[in-house]
């Protein structure tokens, strides 16, 4: 499969929905965990990976 345009890596998809969840969220991480559909453990931990 080929395609003709270069589409987002899934990490640079997770890292643009997040800043986007934090952001509509007002910086609120336990809303933007939900928002997200994850636990606020989980944003943590990929907030921190991103560090």
């Known amino acids: 499969v080929t395609f003709s345009h270069n589409l987002p890596t899934l990490k640079q998809v997770e890292e643009i929905l997040i800043e986007?969840?934090?952001?509509?969220?007002?910086?609120?991480?336990?809303?933007?965990?939900?928002?997200?559909?994850?636990?606020?453990q989980a944003l943590n931990n990929r907030l921190q990976r991103k560090r």
């Open 20 to 40: 986007e969840a934090l952001e509509r969220s007002g910086g609120n991480q336990t809303i933007a965990a939900q928002v997200l559909g994850i636990s606020r």
